[in-house]
């Protein structure tokens, strides 16, 4: 059996000013072709299927457009909501959705809802919990953290280890003391988050694949069975590096094998610096398409700088400076800056500083993370 794994959608985001629906709608004719060529069975899709808990028509439509050509196609649909999603939303119409062969967890009722989607092959849906809701229904457990929930609905979810167990969660999952956490690329550092968000890897012991979502960026997590297939596209300027692709497991009993297939976008995102003069230089302009964050590094403020670029680079997002100005600003005593200021605020500053653009959710949980490891009281809004 064949399995292809996405995560991370977010249908409907936009990047600055630009609507992303039509790369959106691209990335997932991809998707769909790579089904058909890899004679793909069934597809999970790990969370944040929309970008917000109140998505558009547009984003509705397109959801609605790829989950019928799976249904089409004979491919079986395993759906789980993340944080980005609205529960009741996304679980509208669930039983007519299980007779098309799409069946939906965005709501925890209090066990892991299990499908077989052959005779050798189980898979377990997930949706995005927090601990006060698993809490809810396991009252005498001890539940303080998110690994302190997940741990408890799995040990009270019945696993025949026999078979091949798949699961699909939406959480951050980062490893041991000595692994790398989970962040832009893979092996990003080594660093134990000692806080109630993150869960260990380990909790996932019993199941052969672990189909995660959450992190936009594709990584495996302690082994390489427990993997973030990552956003399809890139949604932030701290991905302009990644390489995205979507794996697909391929189940024979109770062996397992992950091939990844590159996706390749509509339109690229990259970051482009120097002089003006020099980034609109005929020899140097390449890939005008793409999405394109520009770092200026003229000393001195271009008037209507964004509408020059924007004639070469049409899809430009975003444009800041890095000179003699910018660097001074950077030495400025902070002090007066961060007074009465929550520590989110001061973190959404500084990397619109830095990258010109807003930090991502993600992005934000790992600073107040990091923090508090280092002993910082955080408090966020």
Not at 44 to 62: H, K, Q
Not at 232 to 241: D, I, M, R
Not at 244 to 253: A, C, L, R
Not at 297 to 316: C, K, L, R, S
Request: with cysteine.
């Amino acid at each position: 059996m064949k399995l292809l794994h996405v995560g991370d959608l977010h249908l409907g985001r936009s990047l600055g000013d630009f609507d992303l629906i039509a790369d959106q709608e691209y990335i997932l004719d991809q998707i769909l072709g790579i089904i058909d060529k890899y004679s793909v069975d069934a597809i999970l899709i790990a969370g944040d299927v929309w970008d917000r808990a109140v998505p558009s028509e547009a984003a509705t439509r397109l959801l609605d457009s790829f989950l019928t050509s799976l249904s089409n196609k004979g491919v079986k649909t395993y759906m789980i909501s993340g944080n980005h999603d609205s529960d009741d939303r996304l679980n509208y119409a669930n039983a007519f959705f299980e007779s098309r062969q799409v069946y939906i967890a965005s709501v925890f009722d209090g066990s892991l809802k299990k499908y077989e989607a052959d005779d050798d092959v189980c898979v377990w849906l997930l949706p995005f919990v927090k601990a006060s809701q698993v809490r809810h229904f396991y009252e005498d457990a001890k539940i303080e953290t998110y690994e302190d929930a997940v741990r408890t609905v799995l040990e009270h979810t019945e696993i025949d280890k026999d078979k091949c167990n798949i699961l699909v969660a939406h959480q951050f999952v980062a490893g041991k003391e000595t692994d790398p956490v989970p962040g832009g690329s893979e092996g990003a550092g080594t660093l134990n988050v000692g806080t109630v968000e993150k869960i260990g890897y380990d909790c996932f012991d019993d199941f052969d694949y672990v189909a995660l979502g959450h992190i936009h960026s594709p990584q495996s997590v302690g082994r390489k069975e427990v993997r973030y297939s990552g956003s399809p596209l890139k949604y932030s300027l701290s991905e302009v590096n990644n390489s995205k692709s979507v794996p697909i497991i391929t189940v024979d009993k109770k062996d397992v094998s992950i091939e990844l297939v590159p996706l390749k976008p509509m339109r690229d995102m990259r970051h482009i610096c120097g002089k003006l003069e020099e980034l609109l230089d005929k020899g140097n302009i390449k890939s005008p398409e793409d999405f394109i964050y520009a770092t200026l590094t003229d000393e001195d403020v271009i008037n209507d700088a964004m509408g020059i670029i924007q004639q070469t680079y049409p899809y430009t997002v975003k444009i800041d400076y890095d000179n003699s100005h910018t660097r001074e600003i950077e030495q400025v005593d902070i002090a007066g800056i961060a007074q009465n200021r929550s520590f989110t605020d001061l973190i959404g500053d500084f990397y619109r500083q830095v990258y010109g653009c807003e930090i991502s959710d993600e992005e934000l949980t790992y600073m107040v993370m990091v923090a508090r490891e280092a002993g910082v009281e955080v408090e966020t809004d």
